[in-house]
């Protein structure tokens, strides 16, 4: 399909004798260009090994992660974030001895061998339309008034906005982000899901798992039901919500549509 973007290619994970990921033949599906994707499926299902897949932090045991027809089982992570992957973490990443603001302009690309130098407090010799950018997209995702604050006096809203801000710094042409609500109040809540919205209007694919479905159903314009490792669905949110295996496994009778 011309418009297929990321192309998961019969991806197994094994740890041990764990499949994580995959089962017997592999986990496959693929990420139209712009779409937004909701991932969803218990705990332990494999979201985020799949993610850490997707970004190179984890190498398959077999099968292919493809982005517009590159192998990236191959890259390593470093180069699979410049051919424009983002992607947060279930547990939020800070450096605790920098600022809010230096903590998003590590994202940057352009920092490189740079980054002992700002893990030494380097940073006020950033460049200055990098600092721009960073104040700019820090302002976008609410963190303007917090920007000489210690991140450890940052809510857990704002830590998980931190995180997308960081991966914004590099532009990214997809954003994989691992419950982003996870511990954020209601109105961050409505911050953040505003700003996916936007982020996917500018033409930034999106995949998301989520555990908060009524956050997530109304936002994604289709979604991927994951269990054991496997695919249990796939559809629009409607199809997937009526889908009795998912209604079964997941969701419950409270939830179907
Ligand atoms: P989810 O994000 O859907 O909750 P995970 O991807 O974190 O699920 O985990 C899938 C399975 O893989 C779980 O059984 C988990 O314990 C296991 N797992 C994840 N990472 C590792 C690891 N690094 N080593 C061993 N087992 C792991
Ligand atoms: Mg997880």
Redesign the pocket.
Known sequence: MSDQFLFVDRVAKR??G?K??GGDNGLSFAVTKGSFVGLI??????????F?LISGFLKPTSGRVVLEGRDLSTCPSSEIASLGIGRTF?TPRAFHSLSTLDNVLVGSDNIGENLVSVLNGGWRSADAALKQKALDISARVGLKDRMSASVSKLSGGELRMLEVARQLMRSPRILLL?EPTAGVTPSFQVKLKNLLVDLNKEGVTLVV?EHNLRFLLEIADSVVV?QN?QLLSQGSPAQVRADPKVVAAYLGADNAA
């Open positions: 740890f041990g764990l994580a990921v499926g218990p705990n332990g299902a494999g979201k985020s090994t799949l850490n279930q691992d798992v994951l490792g």
